[in-house]
C-alpha cells in the first residue's frame, strides 16, 4: 500500500539559507499535518491543512510557510534558517473526519551547519 | 505546559513478559487517543486508539486501557518481543473545537531482551 512520501530524506543547509520540503500523502488523503521533532524531543505540531487551506497552526516559526497543493501534496518552505531548526521533520496523513488516525512519513532530517 | 506526558523515558522487560506504557493528559477536550511506534530514522508508526467512549482497545498482542476520570491511558503489550523495542509516543486529539493536531508525548524507550 502507498505510504506517505517525503523528500528529500536529509538535508544540509547552511544558515541563514532557505529550504523546502515535500510531502505527498497517502492517495485520497485530505488532511496533511507537519511535525517537528528536535533531538531527544517529542513531535512538535507545526501546521496542518485541510482540503489545501491551512486548518490549524501550532508552533511554527514566522520564517516558515505551509501550502497544499491542489493534488494535495504539500511543502513547507523553512527560510533564515538557524542551527536551532536542524531536526526531523514529519509529515502526517489522514482521511478527514475525526477519530482517525495520522499515518506519517518517514521524515526528512534537516541539518543546519 | 505539556499537555500530555510520558513520565518514563525507558523501560526494559524480558521476552516474553508485559510491557506497560503509561501516558497522562491535562486537557479534557482530548477524547481520542493513539499510540505510535518509531524506529531509529523512521516516522512514527501508527499501532493503535482508544476513543473516549470505550476503556479499553485490543488488537493482538497490543491492549490500550483508558481511564477517563485518571485521565490516564496505557498500552499493554503481551508478550513482548525484542522486535517491539522502538520508542512509543503516546498522541492525544480532540474532536470537538475544530482542531485536528495531534499532541504527542516525549515518547517511552522500550527496550525488550531476548
Known amino acids: 500500500a502507498a505510504g506517505v512520501i517525503q523528500s528529500p530524506r536529509h538535508l544540509i543547509k547552511e544558515k541563514r539559507e532557505t529550504a523546502t520540503l515535500k510531502c505527498y500523502p497517502i492517495?485520497?488523503?485530505?488532511?496533511v499535518y507537519w511535525y517537528q521533532q528536535g533531538p531527544g524531543q517529542d513531535p512538535q505540531f507545526l501546521i496542518s491543512f485541510y482540503e489545501k487551506m491551512q486548518s490549524d497552526k501550532g508552533s511554527i516559526p514566522d520564517r516558515f510557510s505551509a501550502q497544499q497543493f491542489s493534488d494535495y501534496h504539500s511543502e513547507l518552505n523553512m527560510s533564515s534558517l538557524e542551527l536551532g531548526d536542524s531536526a526531523l521533520y514529519f509529515c502526517?496523513?489522514?482521511?478527514?473526519?475525526?477519530?482517525?488516525?495520522?499515518?506519517f512519513g518517514q521524515g526528512t532530517r534537516l541539518t543546519v551547519v | 505546559d505539556q499537555q500530555v506526558k510520558q513520565n518514563s523515558p525507558s523501560l526494559s522487560v524480558q521476552e516474553g513478559r508485559i510491557s506497560i506504557l503509561n501516558c497522562d493528559y491535562t486537557?479534557?477536550?482530548?477524547?481520542?487517543f493513539l499510540w505510535y511506534k518509531k524506529y531509529p530514522a523512521e516516522g512514527p508508526t501508527f499501532l493503535i486508539s482508544i476513543s473516549s467512549i470505550k476503556d479499553k482497545n485490543e488488537d493482538g498482542r497490543f491492549t490500550v486501557f483508558l481511564n477517563k476520570s485518571a485521565k490516564h491511558l496505557s498500552l499493554h503489550i503481551v508478550p513482548s518481543q525484542p522486535g517491539d523495542s522502538a520508542v512509543y509516543f503516546c498522541a492525544a486529539g480532540a474532536t470537538q473545537g475544530g482542531s485536528e493536531k495531534l499532541v504527542f508525548g516525549k515518547g517511552t524507550k522500550l527496550t525488550v531482551n531476548p
Open positions: 486537557n479534557s477536550m482530548f477524547d481520542y
Open positions: 502526517a496523513s489522514s482521511l478527514s473526519g475525526l477519530n482517525t488516525e495520522a499515518f
Open positions: 492517495p485520497r488523503h485530505d488532511t
